[in-house]
């Protein structure tokens, strides 16, 4: 099933977790220029985590998070609206 889901700055998703305690979490980072926005990875292990900042063009049409291939069906400062793609 493929789910249609809006990230404002700041807002997090988890989009993968198991019962023992790692978590992958995706939060919108907004644009860092006109034409540029970043999404954050957040990892996490108990009580360890690290997280990655990355940056796409706002013209991309899919972009590729932990394996899982995303639709991007909107970007705004404000927010991001993403479709996952099966």
């Known amino acids: 099933m493929e ?12 989009i993968k977790g198991s019962f023992f305690g790692g978590n992958v979490e995706m939060v919108y ?3 860092s220029a006109e034409k ?3 999404i ?7 009580y360890q985590g690290h997280g990655l900042n990355l940056f ?4 991309s049409t899919y972009i ?6 995303y639709h991007v069906r909107n970007v705004t ?3 991001i609206t993403l479709q996952t793609s099966e």
């Open 3 to 14: 789910e249609i889901f809006i990230l404002e700055v700041g807002e997090k998703k988890k």
């Open 29 to 31: 980072c907004g644009m």
């Open 36 to 38: 540029t926005f970043s």
């Open 40 to 46: 954050g990875l957040l990892f996490s292990e108990g």
């Open 56 to 59: 796409f063009p706002a013209k």
């Open 64 to 69: 590729t998070l932990d394996k899982k291939k």
């Open 77 to 79: 400062q404000e927010n």
